[in-house]
């Protein structure tokens, strides 16, 4: 499971995920993770392991912690594997503290949202 990179440029093993995290302070830091590890067990193991360059910007519990890829929030149950991250490279995502999460929306509902604000602006001729 995640295990703490203390060393930038360590080879990274085939069968684990690099994940460069960082911080809204622009502070990185990098662990190791399985592909099967969730956002969930992700947060756990970063904030029982807080890395010491990170001590202004500890947290009180994992829970009000949350990762960001590609710029929507992963929920709890998320795997890296699910993200179709490859083992073997590193990939980036942000930490932040939040207390809640917005639901997720799907694609469907954000279209039908879309559709019935550009139809309320439109005259039809």
């Not at 998320?78 to 809640?100: F, I, Q, T, Y």
């Amino acid at each position: 499971m995640g295990d703490s990179v203390t060393a930038r440029h360590r080879a990274i093993p085939d069968d684990k995920i690099c994940l460069r995290l960082i911080l809204v302070s622009g502070k990185t830091h990098e662990f190791l993770f399985s592909p099967s590890d969730t956002a969930y067990y992700i947060t756990q193991h970063v904030h029982d392991n807080w890395p010491e360059g990170w001590k202004d910007e500890a947290v009180s519990s994992h829970n009000i912690l949350k990762l960001i890829y590609h710029g929507r929030f992963l929920h709890g149950n998320v795997s890296l594997g699910a993200l179709s991250l490859e083992p073997g490279k590193r990939s980036v995502m942000h930490l932040v503290a939040r207390e809640n999460l917005p639901e997720p929306a799907t694609q469907g509902q954000r279209n039908r949202e879309k559709t019935s604000e550009q139809s309320c602006c439109c005259t039809i001729v």
